[in-house]
Each structure stands twice: as C-alpha cells, then as structure tokens.
C-alpha cells in the first residue's frame, strides 16, 4: 500500500531545484504513512495535479494559506 | 531587557508569542494576545487538564496582574502571564540515556495524540521541552499547544524525527551513543545524515525504510518543488484520522525500541568493585557521616556508577544530581526502581562537560548554571581525572573547589589495581599523582575535617570543608 501510494506520489512533483525547503517531503511522507485512510487523499493529490497539467485547474490557492 | 532579580530564559526565544522569565526561584511565561486566548481555550479542554493532572505537562496557571511580581517593562510587553511549577534540575537531551530519551519521546507522542483527537495539535517537537521531575519526564512547554487547523499535517513530524527517532535509531540499530550527535547539533539528527548512516541493510530494519530513506527522498524530490504542499494536502482531503493512523504507529514503533545496556567497563561495577565487604561498609558509612553532619540540600556526584553511593547521599537530602560518563552505568541506575525520585542521573564526563552553546552560546547552558551543589561526592575519579583524561591535579581541585564548599573525595593509591591497570601501557609523568599531593593542593582551599583509610590504605577517604 505505501509504496503504491509512494508511486504515485512520486509521479505527481517535478524534480527538486537546488533549494531545500526541508518540510515538503516530510509533509508528503505523511500521506503515506496514513496508510489505508490515506489512498484518496494521495488520488486527489494526483487528479489536481493532472488537471492543472491540462489546464483544467487553478495552480495555486492562496486563501488556503491562511488557515 | 530586565532588573537584577529577574533573568529572561536565553533559550525560549524560538517562539514569537511568548518568553519565560525567572525570578526569585519561580518561573513565568510572558504570552501574547494570541497565545493567551490559546491557553485560555486549552484549559477549558479535558484532556489537557488530565494531562495536569496525572503529571505529563508541568503545573501551569494564569497570573493576574495583581499577582505578579515581575518588573513593569516586562508586563509591558506581554498581554497575560502564566505561572509554571519549578524543575529542580534542568536537563538536555545530551545528558539522557536511551531509557531517558525514549520516555520523552513516548510522551511527546503521547501528548500528540491527545492533542490531535481533540482537535489541538503541538507545534514543534523538541526533547529540550521535556524535563525529568521525579525520573519521570514532564512537559514543560505549554503554549506549544494550538488548536489543529482543518486539512494541516503534524508539523512536528520531522523535528519528532530528527531529535527524537534517529538517536533512538542509532543506539538501537548501529550501537552507537546519540549524546554527542545531540550535543553537535542543536536540531538533532537531520534527515539528509541519518539517510548516509543508515546503509542499505538498515533499512530493513523497523521504521528505517519509511522515516529515514522515504523521508531523505522525498526531501531531496520535492524540497525544491515550487508547489504549495500544505493548501494541497488541504484541499485533497488530508485530515487528522491521517496523523492519528502515524502517531500511533510510531508509538508502537518507540515501544518496541529496545538497548540492552550491558557490556561496559563500568556498569557491572557493583558487582566487581575492589573493595572487601568490610571496607564497602566502612565507605558507606563515611558518606553517610558526611550527609548527615553537613546537612547539605543538593549533591552531586560525580562518577557515581550504577549510583549506590547517590542512594545513601539521596536518603539525607533535597536533590542529588549524578553524573558518569558511562551511559550503560547511567542507564543502568535509570532503570533500577529502587533509585528514589530525587536522584536525577546524567550522562557526564567530567573532562568534557556539557558546554553553554547554541545561540549566543546562552541557548543551552552549563551544567554548573542549572544546578549548584552544596556538597560534591568524588569518589575513586580521581585517577581517571588525572591518570586518563590528563588533568593535571592540582587544576582538579582548583575546579572543585570553585564548584562546592563541601567535598568528600576519595584518593586511590599507585598500589589500587585499578590505578596499575591505568598506567600499564603509559609511561608514568604523573608526578603529581600521590597522597601528598592531593593533600597539600585540598589544603589549599579546604580543612581536611575527617580523613578515614580504606583497603589495609590503600584507598583514603576525605571530608574536605571550605575555610
């Protein structure tokens, strides 16, 4: 199960720049180890991402910042 | 920054909202608007006043402006204050042993989850807001408590990571002390190092693949990624149930972590010391004298072993600190249920002792600024002073009398096999290693009041009492 959603994970982020933000990955790694409960949460994180590939979708929402 | 009589805690500056004041021996936390409206609201909270009240976060109230005593311009600066218990020795993580550490951890998560299932969360995750009260670790950070907004992660993941599961990691699965990892870094273990010590074989081991290899990776894919990993997570749906499902399997992980402390020059020494039973007795009975004539109310001991001459001493006062720079020895008298509360044991080498560093080097101090000794057991140290670590004698004593008024030490003879097992592959310079040179530099700071022989003289105990 991990690893699927590992995958999947993997498939959605383009490749790291020089910067290191360090929370990033470790707030990804938290989706998977949220095992079952986690496989939608991981399948939406990849639909958004597909749909902002097509253009379908906003990139970014800043609203969702200040939580 | 603040009159004679209070001092602002050189280490509570990471948190805007709030910042710890000591005065007159008691402790308060100055706390913003913000951060007052959160306490207010936390303590209404049942879990947290069961947190109170079964001793996991440290005695906390608010006091009214009436009530307290701290200097116009620091009450200027803060909306309200909290008043917290007081710690009778504050300690590092660099100073616990693996027992020591791993309860802190446990409580950190324990805490999180309580938080998390009632819609709190912890913000940060640093052993440094654990201290030991009883040989029982407390929280002692309470503004680290907010309320968890909808969609967010455990913020302190990765910081539980780094100062808490790593060191843990590294004793368990490498044998290899975290204490000086700890005293090297502020932050702990980062994740990018434990990856490159953690080989390919150690990731078969519970917890390493997921926390340790899956976390450097993803760090190293996506650290630069210009994507808003929090609002997506967020808006994909990720909930607490998530943190829960980790919190708790991470509780099981620490449970099962597991360092057996055997093995050492040091921690079987109760069962091999050098002494008859007679003599055992005698020494027992000088220290015992020495408590009970001096009165003092906080002891250090220093070299104490697996601690059987820290019990006598706790019998007959306040706080007895004790420290050896044997972690099996420390760990080893951690577990021991018969050790009373009021023995706080730390791993500590005298030739190389925790350092006041960290920002401004006042982030983290001393140990000699936590904890004042009214009387200082040094008992069979001296040649591993002198002898192993290099100190020259006479700057020995010099520390120890800067240290404490009172000392009871004890001098093992060239003739102590312990001593010959020392020099046997040195060549001897230790001139100033003999009875007489010991005395003649006490005598320079001390009255010698009770001298007693041990071992047909070859051991001799001191009570030494500043002029």
């Known amino acids: ?67 | 920054m603040s009159n004679s009589t209070t001092t602002v805690n050189a280490g509570s500056f990471r948190d805007r909202d709030g910042r710890v004041y000591h005065y007159q021996g008691r402790v308060f936390r100055g706390l913003s608007k913000s951060a007052l409206e959160t306490f207010r609201q936390l303590q209404e909270k049942p879990f947290y006043t069961k947190l109170i009240e079964t001793g996991k976060v440290i005695g906390t109230r608010e006091v009214t402006d009436e009530d307290n005593p701290l200097p116009e311009d620091v009450k200027e600066q803060w909306t309200g204050f909290l008043e917290h218990d007081v710690v009778p020795v504050i300690s590092y993580p660099y100073e616990w042993t693996f027992s020591m550490l791993k309860a802190a951890a446990g409580l950190q998560l324990h805490l999180v989850e309580r938080a998390v299932s009632n819609g709190f969360t912890l913000k940060d995750a640093s052993p440094y807001n654990i201290q030991f009260v009883n040989r029982k670790p407390v929280f002692i950070d309470v503004p680290s408590f907010e309320p968890l907004p909808q969609g967010e992660p455990w913020a302190g993941y990765r910081q539980f990571c780094e100062m808490f599961l790593f060191p843990l990691f590294m004793q368990v699965y490498k044998k290899s002390n975290f204490q000086p990892f700890m005293r090297a870094s502020i932050d702990g273990v980062d994740v990018q190092t434990a990856a490159s010590l953690f080989g390919f074989r150690d990731r078969f081991r519970k917890g390493v693949m997921s926390h340790v290899w899956l976390q450097s990776k993803l760090d190293r894919r996506f650290g630069g990624s210009s994507e808003n990993v929090r609002s997506n997570l967020k808006s994909a749906g990720f909930n607490r149930e998530l943190i829960l499902v980790n919190v708790r399997k991470l509780q099981k992980l620490v449970n099962k972590l597991e360092w057996q402390a055997v093995g050492s020059e040091w921690g079987d020494y109760e069962e091999f010391h050098n002494y008859s039973e007679d003599d055992h007795v005698l020494k027992e009975n000088f220290i015992r004298d020495a408590i009970s004539s001096e009165k003092p109310g906080v002891v250090w001991d220093i070299g104490c072993n697996t601690g059987q001459f820290s019990r006598i001493a706790a019998a007959g006062c306040r706080q007895v600190l004790s420290t050896d720079i044997d972690h099996v020895a420390v760990e080893r008298m951690y577990l021991n249920t018969e050790t009373p509360d009021n023995i706080l044991p730390l791993v500590q080498n005298v030739a190389d002792p925790s350092p006041s560093w960290g920002w401004r080097n006042r982030e983290r101090s001393d140990l000699q600024s936590r904890s004042q000794p009214d009387l200082v057991l040094c008992l069979a140290l001296i040649h591993h002073v002198v002898i192993s670590a290099n100190i020259p004698l006479e700057e020995f004593v010099d520390w120890l009398a800067g240290l404490t008024d009172k000392l009871v030490i004890e001098y093992v003879s060239r003739k102590d096999d312990k001593v010959k097992t020392l020099l046997r592959n040195k060549e001897d310079k230790y001139r100033d290693y003999s009875r007489e040179s010991l005395e003649s530099n006490l005598k320079r700071h001390f009255e010698i009041r009770v001298q007693q022989e041990v071992n047909a003289g070859d051991r001799s105990l001191y009570l030494c009492v500043k002029y």
């Open chain 1, 1 to 67: 199960m991990r690893i699927f959603i590992a995958i999947l994970l993997l498939l959605i982020f383009s490749d790291a720049a020089a910067y290191l933000d360090p929370g990033t990955g470790s707030m990804l790694l938290q989706v998977i180890l949220g095992g079952v409960a986690a496989v939608g949460v991981a399948i939406k994180l990849y639909w958004h991402k597909l749909r902002v590939a097509f253009g379908m979708g906003k990139k970014e929402d800043p609203e969702d910042e200040s939580v």
